[in-house]
T-cell receptor, first 114, second 111 residues
Framework: DTAVSQTPKYLVTQMGNDKSIKCEQN?????MYWYKQDSKKFLKIMFS???????INETVPNRFSPKSPDKAHLNLHINSLELGDSAVYFC?????????????FGAGTRLSVL | QQQVKQSPQSLIVQKGGISIINCAYE??????FPWYQQFPGKGPALLIA?????SEKKEGRFTISFNKSAKQFSLHIMDSQPGDSATYFC??????????FGKGTLLTVNP
């Protein structure tokens, strides 16, 4: 029973397209995150939501728009995809009240922009 | 500005040996220091973590050593096994929700 699940696992698309990645967690956590891992494996936070409110918004192009319909879901929509968006995107979650820094990661979505 | 510096970038160890990965941080507001393990095609998984009120934490073959004054912490893997071959990330967190990651260390344990 996967704790943090992302779909799709692989996403291959053309430059200029719009795509979405979905994330769901069944851990009962109230905080969710999106990370980007580049080709050199560097992990960088992009966004975080706590109880559906945006709490972290790093320097990310506004082509990236996160949406949290409820505490268990955090989706990432990307407009006008560029070659440089190719990366692995990870969703993560944590429980703010007890252990906000203990983050659990999904398996990742490998995005390839052609 | 890289707030968490990790070394080495890659490490090759023989089976049964000790693997040591080091990290240094700059921000004294950090109060949580986890290590994550990532296998190819998988997400990072929490391995072990420490808070600055202790200098060492051990869980099985994995030990974190923490030096608050030097702002450094390290991961020691005793009796390294081929199954430990993975990328290891140190990270640091504070009062906000953000974890700042090191650049990772690719560990290869030869049989």
């Amino acid at each position: 029973d996967t704790a943090v699940s992302q779909t799709p696992k692989y996403l291959v698309t053309q430059m200029g397209n719009d795509k979405s990645i979905k994330c769901e967690q069944n851990l009962g956590h109230d905080t969710m995150y999106w990370y980007k891992q580049d080709s050199k494996k560097f992990l960088k936070i992009m966004f975080s939501y706590n109880n559906k409110e945006l709490i972290i918004n790093e320097t990310v192009p506004n082509r990236f728009s996160p949406k949290s319909p409820d505490k268990a879901h955090l989706n990432l929509h990307i407009n006008s995809l560029e070659l440089g968006d190719s990366a692995v995107y990870f969703c993560a979650s944590s429980q703010a009240a007890t252990a906000k820094n203990i983050q659990y990661f999904g398996a990742g979505t490998r995005l390839s922009v052609l | 500005q890289q707030q968490v510096k990790q070394s080495p970038q890659s490490l090759i160890v023989q089976k049964g040996g000790i693997s040591i990965i080091n990290c240094a941080y700059e921000n004294t507001a950090f109060d949580y220091f986890p290590w994550y393990q990532q296998f190819p095609g998988k997400g990072p998984a929490l391995l072990i973590a420490i808070r600055p009120d202790v200098s060492e934490k051990k869980e099985g073959r994995f030990t974190i050593s923490f030096n608050k004054s030097a702002k450094q912490f390290s991961l020691h893997i005793m009796d390294s096994q081929p199954g430990d071959s993975a990328t290891y990330f140190c990270a640091a967190g504070g009062s906000n929700y953000k974890l700042t990651f090191g650049k990772g260390t690719l560990l290869t344990v030869n049989p």
